[in-house]
């Protein structure tokens, strides 16, 4: 599982402004924003739980609402904007496991960096704002044992990533880069909500209607992903072709079912089948390459 947050304008109502509150934009005047937040099946490309809220509410706080859909025994991927002592109680209290990128802001980080080492068992103690909230969610402040890994990557810059996963026979450092990298799929889903779907143009006015447009936007994108789920798993299946293997084209998945999700809840049994096998039909002639270790630079 990965968490991931983001943040979508909100159309400049009196309502929304109240609630949302207004902040500064890049580009533009001021205008009301909300924090939208997800727990993310990274391997199935599915949005377990989400959440929207006030912008001034917190991702890390986000993550602690989205943990109440965590299936036992998780594993949590999470950015290095996540990191404390809290939020990795929390986690394990819901026993599971996290594996977070974690800035040199941190002493403990520095020192590990400059030691030289590759990895290292640490005890994390409780700074003093990460006390307050575990006795908030009732939470002990006994420290805990984490793991510190050093992770060099191409560009020559160095990546440290902390780990509950301490068993290093069972877990070998070799693992995480790659583990880390299984992140990625939430960072591209917020692509696909953003610049495919559009999930910020709401068309209410009203503060009930972003949480229903919101809400159905992700569930609309869920149902996508399922009906998409066997057509993908044939085309892994078949293997390569012309050197590269296929997936399907979401962008176009999302296009086609826009008008034909209404009819899966106003038709009879059987035309719904037809029309969820004529859409699968269509993803399986409508694929894309999938071009390994392609890299384009953010354009901050």
């Keep these: 599982m990965s968490i991931d947050g983001s943040t979508v304008k909100l159309p400049k109502t009196k309502e929304i402004i109240e609630h ?6 890049r580009q533009g005047d001021p205008c009301p924003m909300a924090r939208i ?17 006030p912008k001034n509410i917190g991702e890390r ?35 599971s496991h996290f594996c977070a ?32 909230y575990c006795r908030e969610i009732g939470e002990n402040i006994e420290p805990l044992t984490l793991r510190l890994i050093r992770v060099e990557l191409d560009s020559g810059e160095v990546e440290v990533l902390i780990t509950s996963l301490v068993d290093k026979q069972a877990y070998s450092r070799n ?44 569930f609309f994108k869920n149902l996508v992903a399922v009906m998409a789920f066997p057509v993908q798993a044939e085309l892994t299946a078949s293997g390569k072709k012309d050197q590269y293997e296929y997936q399907v084209n979401f962008t176009y998945a ?27 039909l269509l993803l399986a002639k409508t ?13 901050h």
């Design 61 to 95: 706080k986000h993550a602690a609402s989205l943990f109440s859909a965590l299936p036992y025994n998780a594993l949590i991927l999470l950015d290095r904007g996540y990191p404390a002592f809290w939020l990795f109680k929390l986690i394990l209290s819901e026993r």
């Design 101 to 132: 990128r974690i800035s040199r802001k941190w002493v403990i980080v520095r020192k590990f960096i400059n030691s030289g080492k590759k990895e290292k068992v640490i005890q994390l103690k409780a700074a003093s704002s990460s006390i307050k």
């Design 20 to 25: 949302f509150g207004i902040w500064k934009v």
């Design 175 to 218: 693992l995480f880069a790659e583990l880390y990298h299984k992140r990625w799929p939430v960072e591209e889903d917020y692509k696909v909500m953003k610049c495919r779907m559009d999930v910020g143009a709401f068309i209410g006015k009203s503060v009930l209607s972003d949480y229903q447009d919101f809400n159905a936007q992700v």
């Design 254 to 280: 999302l296009g086609k079912a826009k008008h034909m999700v209404v009819l899966l809840f106003q038709r009879t049994n059987a035309v719904i089948k037809r029309l969820i096998t004529e859409f699968q």
């Design 287 to 299: 694929t894309e390459p999938v071009r390994p270790g392609r890299k384009f630079p953010r354009n």
């Design 37 to 53: 937040s997800q727990l993310f099946d990274s391997l199935n490309k599915i949005t377990v739980n989400a959440i929207i809220s």
